[in-house]
Nanobody
Framework: QVQLVESGGGLVQAGDSLRLSCAAS????????IAWFRQAPGKDREFVAA????????ANADSVKGRFTISRDNAKKTVYLQMNSLKPEDTAVYYC??????????????WGQGTQVTVSS
C-alpha cells in the first residue's frame, strides 16, 4: 500500500521559513517523480514544485521561484520543500504527489493527505 505522509506545516509570520517533508512508503521511491501542490480555501489546487526521481531536475511555479526549494533524500524516502520568505498568500494545504512517468503539474498517481501552512501578516 502506497503512503505519502506530509509533515512540517504550521502557523508562522510573514517572512518566516518552514520546511515541509513528504515521507513515502510502499513504492520504489527512487523511481518516482515527486511534486508539491497547494490548495487555498476557495481556490483550485496549484502546482508548486517538482523533482525528478534522481534529483537531477527540478521545476518551480513562478509564484515561489527564489523562495521555495524542493529536494529529496532517496535513502530516507523523503522529499522536502524548504519555504523561505513566506507570504500570507502562501497560506494553503500543501500536498505531495508521486508519479513514475509524468512530470511537473501532471504528477498525480499517488497523493498524501496534506499539511496546513498558515502565514499571518
Amino acid at each position: 500500500q502506497v503512503q505519502l505522509v506530509e509533515s512540517g506545516g504550521g502557523l508562522v509570520q510573514a517572512g518566516d521559513s518552514l520546511r515541509l517533508s513528504c515521507a513515502a512508503s510502499g513504492l520504489t521511491f527512487g523511481t518516482y517523480n515527486i511534486a508539491w501542490f497547494r490548495q487555498a480555501p476557495g481556490k483550485d489546487r496549484e502546482f508548486v514544485a517538482a523533482i525528478k526521481w534522481n534529483g537531477g531536475r527540478t521545476a518551480n511555479a513562478d509564484s515561489v521561484k527564489g523562495r521555495f526549494t524542493i529536494s529529496r533524500d532517496n535513502a530516507k524516502k523523503t522529499v522536502y520543500l524548504q519555504m523561505n520568505s513566506l507570504k500570507p498568500e502562501d497560506t494553503a494545504v500543501y500536498y505531495c504527489a508521486a508519479d513514475q512517468w509524468k512530470w511537473g503539474s501532471q504528477i498525480g498517481d499517488y497523493w498524501g493527505q496534506g499539511t496546513q501552512v498558515t502565514v499571518s501578516s
